[in-house]
């Protein structure tokens, strides 16, 4: 199975269903798609080791649990050397703040979303993460003021041809 060349609109609706409810049953999942459950098991196996399902997850109400600020960090490097990149991706592998990182074009050469308890902890996380650099590095933070839309799942009908 290569990219959409393999899925029907059956494993869409497969993908839809578990996307919005990671913990439905197979029962269930087999009835929302109008299949057998052995079916709808056989789909939901080939899809994971196909790796059109990468992993399960709860997500969580982090405003019940504790109080945090979320960041966006933009970062730029005056040197673009392949070494500094790999040092930076190894750097952030081992700061769990961060929870999402990506290498974007244009003005700077990464955008991380980076969480923290508040924004003392936040300054000491950028001043630990440029200390852990060879070459300096800018940096630009937006603070999180409200969450207007979380991430529901991709919008697998407007992006997969089947």
């Keep these: 199975m290569r990219k959409g060349s393999q899925i029907d609109q ?12 990671g913990r439905i049953t197979n029962q269930d999942l087999a009835e929302n798609v109008s299949l057998s459950p052995s079916s709808c098991l ?4 080939r899809l994971e080791e196909h790796g059109f399902i990468s992993s399960y997850h709860a997500n969580l109400n982090l405003k019940k649990l504790a109080s945090s600020i979320t960041c966006f960090m933009s970062l730029s490097f005056k040197d673009h050397s392949t070494e500094l990149f790999k040092e930076f991706d190894l750097a952030i592998s081992n700061m769990p703040q961060v929870l999402e990182c990506y290498s974007i074009s244009g003005e700077f050469d990464y955008l991380l979303k980076v969480i923290a308890s508040d924004m003392d902890e936040y300054v000491k996380f950028s001043e630990a993460l440029a200390d852990t650099l060879s070459a300096p590095i800018k940096m630009s933070t937006h603070v999180v003021m409200t969450e207007n839309k979380m991430n529901a799942g991709y919008p697998l009908a407007q992006l997969v041809e089947v």
Excluded: G
């Excluded at 869409?12 to 409810?21: C, E, G, K, P, R």
């Design 42 to 45: 056989h789909r939901v196996r």
């Design 10 to 21: 059956t494993d869409l609706n497969i993908l839809s269903q578990l996307q919005s409810d």
